[in-house]
Nanobody, 120 residues
Framework: QVQLVESGGGLVQPGGSLTLSCVAS????????MGWYRQAPGKERELVAS???????NYADSVQGRFTISRLNGDNSVYLQMNSLKPEDTAVYYC??????????????WGQGTQVTVSS
């Protein structure tokens, strides 16, 4: 079984920073990409940032220039450095991994989510 565990969420004031961490474990043959999604109350889950196996990155327009996604060399961990946080960033943040469990079988795997609250 593949398991993703997020950490690092919490309460922060506007303009502050947080770093989210996600560690994947289990039957991971090859990681295609990892990313962070978020879901605010009453809204659909949206992509925040992603990084592929070649370390190419993609960011939502709303976080461009403020957030940075990174991966370790082992490709089983991903981080999201969140700077200049705004109240609009308040959401549950979910780690996602697209990975091959075997040479022929792949899927998308999700963490349980970590709450980020930006408020004064």
């Amino acid at each position: 079984q593949v398991q993703l565990v997020e950490s690092g969420g919490g309460l922060v004031q506007p303009g502050g920073s947080l770093t989210l961490s996600c560690v994947a474990s289990g039957s991971i043959f090859h990681v295609v990409a990892m990313g962070w999604y978020r879901q605010a109350p009453g809204k659909e889950r949206e992509l925040v940032a992603s990084v592929n196996s070649g370390h190419g990155t993609n960011y939502a327009d709303s976080v461009q220039g403020r957030f940075t996604i990174s991966r370790l060399n082992g490709d089983n961990s991903v981080y999201l450095q969140m700077n200049s946080l705004k109240p609009e960033d308040t959401a549950v943040y979910y780690c996602n991994m697209r990975a091959y469990e075997t040479a022929l079988n792949w899927g998308d795997f999700w963490g349980q989510g970590t709450q980020v609250t930006v408020s004064s």
